[in-house]
């Protein structure tokens, strides 16, 4: 269980190298479309949806509509109902909870990693769980260094 859960962490490196950067860009947007540190980095906490929040806060810096903006973050993520039914198909002995809780940690990357890995020959939960979680903070952190940034940027050159 626990060197599922390494393993996982492990495989969720090329996931990071890529999450941080893109994370940065976010941060950084956010920050200039005027959300406050705690609402930009609140939609990577709870949101967690790159292309999701990014349409959202380009539609919020727009003024659209609220329910215009839930409606477009769901469309866009649609994919994730079959995303999620593949890889909870490879954990059917899994209790629910656990996997209502783990279905949470699916991106597009953590799928394609859960789905391709030749070393996964069953998807553990531990294993997912590691592969999850570590893609979740690099993400969360990216955000926050760009958010970060954009605060330095606008201090720097006086925009604020």
């Known amino acids: 269980m626990k060197k599922d859960f390494k393993e996982g962490a492990k495989a969720a490196t090329p996931i990071i190298?890529?999450?941080?950067p893109v994370g940065i860009a976010y941060g950084m947007m956010a920050k200039a479309t005027g959300l406050t540190f705690f609402k930009a980095l609140s939609f990577s906490l709870f949101v967690y949806t790159g292309a999701g929040q990014v349409a959202a806060v380009?539609?919020?810096a727009q003024?659209?509509?609220y329910v215009t903006i839930v409606f477009t973050v769901?469309?866009?993520n649609l994919r994730?109902?079959?995303m999620s039914t593949c890889i909870m198909e490879k954990m059917e002995n899994t209790n629910l909870w656990v996997r209502l809780l783990l279905s949470f940690g699916i991106t597009d990357e953590v799928f394609a990693m859960s789905m391709t890995d030749k070393k996964i020959n069953k998807l553990t939960p531990s294993f997912f769980a590691g592969l999850a979680l570590f893609s979740y903070l690099s993400w969360n952190v990216g955000s926050a260094l760009?958010?970060?940034?954009?605060v330095y940027y606008q201090v720097l050159y006086?925009?604020?």
Do not use: P, S
């Open 17 to 20: 190298l890529g999450y941080i």
């Open 58 to 60: 380009t539609m919020l």
């Open 63 to 65: 003024n659209a509509a």
């Open 74 to 76: 769901f469309i866009l």
């Open 80 to 82: 994730h109902i079959i």
């Open 146 to 150: 760009g958010i970060v940034f954009q």
């Open 158 to 160: 006086r925009r604020v």
